[in-house]
């Protein structure tokens, strides 16, 4: 049987537990592969609740995104980025859940934020095109899950369900600022966004363990384009940034971390915490197509909050999703 065969048979939940758990096991012990993480990410997503997106609207479409697990204790920051670039007018299906590692996923903070998440598809690819950001809540859109999540669970090592989430968004997204949990899956990770025929890609995972451009140290990267990968690293000084401590940019519970979005884009924040969303829009916006030049990049990123166009166009995307409630 092959890996796609096996998979199929997964997510159609045609495999007794036992096959099931042994087929992720033995797939972790001898190292998932970009391949079979293209073949998984395939799968899950011909099995996953659709987002009915136009071409030119799936086409434009970005997701920042990362695999969770990096137990930084960092507030939000890619859904943070994902926010002030849709205030940039930039289309952004952010694709997550709630917290599984961490005080505060992408669904937690967006709550707190105030935003109604129960929504249909339709109502989704609505809030894309009135607001240019809809969020994809994963537990709605891949009910396969339900029957995969207690066997994920029985296994005590992680499988490659810790790397698929940032891969199956249901949008079909064709572009990504993508973080993984460590440096050794960059490559493997870029690879399996060629497979899935991604047109631009940052994947990022820092030298100290972070699922993001980090400011503590450097950051190893992969970019995607044109049907080849790059290889590279970030170095924040390089871009005007001080160096900051992981201590810096901690978050909290849901409430916390929405408090500090709201500074940000408020301009109240003026620290660490601001510059690591600014580093990692600017990346975002590379990868969006809107820009060639970092310098110009975060010129733009500072101008949208400086203007106040991020709180506002927070309250718009807030008051557009409760306006289906």
Do not use: W
């Not at 249901?170 to 690879?191: Q, T």
């Not at 047109?199 to 699922?211: H, K, L, P, Y």
């Amino acid at each position: 049987m092959t890996t796609k065969e096996k998979f199929e048979k997964l997510f159609n939940n045609e495999l007794s537990t036992q096959e099931a758990r042994q087929f992720l096991i033995d797939l972790y012990e001898k190292g998932e592969s970009a391949e079979d993480i293209a073949i998984a990410a395939s799968v899950m997503r011909e099995h996953s609740v659709k987002l009915p997106l136009s071409d030119e609207l799936r086409e434009k479409a970005i997701d920042v995104v990362g695999t969770g697990g990096d137990k930084s204790g960092s507030f939000n920051i890619s859904t943070t980025v994902a926010l002030l670039l849709s205030a940039m007018g930039k289309v952004v299906a952010k694709h997550g859940n709630r917290s599984i590692t961490s005080n505060s996923g992408s669904a937690d903070l967006l709550e707190a934020l105030g935003m109604n998440l129960n929504l249909t598809t339709e109502q989704q690819v609505k809030m894309l095109e009135e607001t240019g950001f809809c969020f994809i809540f994963a537990i709605n859109h891949h009910p396969a899950m339900k029957h995969i999540m207690p066997i994920r669970k029985s296994i005590e090592h992680r499988t490659i369900f810790n790397l698929l989430g940032p891969l199956t968004n249901p949008s079909g997204a064709k572009k990504y600022l993508l973080g993984v949990f460590h440096p050794e899956y960059i490559e493997r990770m870029a690879n399996a966004l060629l497979e899935l025929d991604i047109t631009r890609a940052f994947v990022v995972s820092s030298n100290d363990g972070m699922d993001e451009i980090a400011l503590a140290t450097t950051t190893p990267f992969a970019y995607v384009e044109s049907g080849r990968v790059s290889f590279g690293e970030v170095r924040p000084t390089d871009f005007g940034f001080s160096m900051a401590g992981k201590g810096e940019i901690l978050g909290g519970d849901a409430t916390h971390n929405a408090m500090i979005t709201r500074e940000i884009f408020a301009g109240v924040e003026k620290g660490a915490k601001l510059d690591i969303v600014l580093l990692n829009t600017a990346f975002a916006l590379f990868v969006d197509g809107s820009v060639t030049d970092m310098k110009e990049a975060l010129e733009m990123t500072r101008a949208c909050i400086e203007s106040g166009k991020a709180t506002k166009h927070l309250e718009k995307i807030v008051k557009f999703s409760n306006s289906f409630a």
